[in-house]
């Protein structure tokens, strides 16, 4: 789900999720993955529902507790806050 929510960042904002600007080893990108909070997406991408950013963030969450636990909870929790959009399987 974390791999989900770097999806969706990257399609919306056309970025990675993080400040790649200075050439970075791939040990200092796992470390920012690790350890550095993403760019929020509310600055890489504006004119989205306040759903979406939540959602994505949720999915970016460091702690895979703070994380949606399955892809079903994912829909259901967009399903709550757009009815009528999102209709889990």
């Avoid at 789900?1 to 200092?28: Q, W």
């Avoid at 350890?35 to 759903?51: F, K, N, T």
Wanted: overall charge neutral; charged content about 25%.
């Amino acid at each position: 789900l974390y791999t989900l929510g770097v999806i969706l960042y990257e399609m919306l904002t056309g970025a990675f999720y993080f400040d790649l600007s200075a050439r970075k080893s791939i040990i200092e990108i796992r470390r920012l993955i690790a350890e550095q909070p993403p760019i929020p997406l509310e600055s890489a991408r504006s004119g989205l529902s306040p759903v979406m950013y939540h959602a994505i963030g949720k999915l970016l969450a460091k702690k895979r507790e703070d994380r949606y636990q399955s892809a079903t909870e994912f829909l259901e929790a967009l399903a709550d806050r757009l009815p009528g959009q999102v209709e889990p399987q």
